[in-house]
């Protein structure tokens, strides 16, 4: 499963035709704020979407007080950057059927650097 979205990472980034030079937290914190309108970073403050503090090397689906899609509990994934980035450029790729209806963040940097700010977090 690991190669598998280190690979679909890797297509989205050549894909979309911008070289990840490196990632910027602070761009990543300013473009987090379309992610705030679900996503708190308190860590037990849930909104629509459940609270991504300390989101690195959480198992998916962990939160006790946040109720989970069928589909992200029978992931078995763990948020890494890798996954993350994935994640978040097409949610509904890396977990069909996820109840997260955002479209993904088109620009591989954007979603590199939000990824970078949540490794921060």
Sequence with gaps: MKATISIMATAIVLASGTPILAQDAARGEDLFQVCAACHSLTAGENIIGPSLAGVIGRPAADLADFEYSDAMKGSGLTWDEETLLLYIAEAQV?????????PGVGDAQDAADIVEFLATQ
Aim: proline share 11%; aromatic share 12%.
């Design 94 to 102: 890396l977990v069909p059927d996820t109840s997260m209806a955002f």
